[in-house]
């Protein structure tokens, strides 16, 4: 009776890990999905088709005239940002955690990887933040000066961000093709990705993103999803009968 018990509580505890650990996958394609929302409820709340983004050498006006066309819906569109940042990260760190446990010896890709997650999220959310406080700032004190500035930093923060996804993406990659804890085609899709936006990072910003970042957020999706129908092999090196195809 107490092996009957005892093997029903391990059935159920694992049940709920592995209810938990999808939970953990799922949270990446929902923040693309947020982010998503948030970009439709934006167009609208502007009154339809965002206008063009400024080259690097607009002029003053044309930034202030931009920024204007854009501050409908800048303050929901911080709440969303936010709430998609903290679905972005756990995914990420569960993830890689998951990366770190598939790697033997000291597990080093991955917290390289990790280490690019952190930077990423990090300059990507200060871009965002830039541009927030350059949108509600418009019909109030915003001076000219302080447009062009405010611009001209959200312009460096985006080549940077290109760099910190590359941080992320080519250890992630080299973990994933290594330890086989991922399906192998998704871990050359991540080495590709990665240097791509290493690439992009060297060219001049301009535009709301590149195909190279697009990449990227459609690799969250795909591999968001996948985890949820198939979780990661995280115990040591697979076995040749285990490892995804």
Do not use: C
């Not at 934006?42 to 050498?57: E, I, K, Q, V, Y």
Request: aromatic share 8%; charged share 10%; glycine share 10%.
């Amino acid at each position: 009776m107490n092996s009957f018990l005892e093997k029903r509580h391990r059935r159920r505890a694992m049940q709920a890990a592995t209810a938990w650990d999808r939970v953990g996958s799922a949270t990446g394609f929902a923040a693309v999905l947020v982010v998503s929302t948030g970009l439709i409820v934006g167009r609208a709340a502007a009154g339809g088709a965002p206008a063009a983004p400024p080259g690097l050498d607009a002029t003053s006006d044309q930034i202030v005239a931009f920024a204007s066309h854009q501050m409908s819906g800048a303050g929901l569109m911080t709440g969303i940002v936010s709430t998609a940042f903290v679905l972005l990260a756990v995914f990420l760190v569960k993830l890689l955690l998951g990366l770190h446990r598939a790697e033997a010896g000291t597990g080093w890709l991955s917290g390289a990887a990790l280490a690019g997650g952190v930077v990423y999220l990090v300059f990507d959310l200060i871009r965002f933040m830039v541009g927030t406080s350059l949108r509600l700032s418009v019909g109030h004190h915003l001076t000219t000066g302080e447009a062009t500035a405010l611009f001209d930093i959200s312009n460096a923060l985006t080549s940077y961000t290109w760099g910190a996804i590359a941080m992320l993406m080519i250890p992630t990659g080299l973990a994933a093709i290594r330890t086989q804890a991922l399906p192998l085609w998704l871990g050359w899709s991540t080495l590709v990705i990665g240097l791509a936006n290493l690439i992009w990072a060297w060219l001049p910003p301009g535009g709301m993103a590149t195909p190279a970042e697009l990449a990227f957020l459609l690799w969250i999706v795909v591999t968001s999803l996948l985890l949820v129908w198939r979780p990661m092999l995280t115990s040591g090196y697979a076995s040749a009968s285990d490892k995804h195809p």
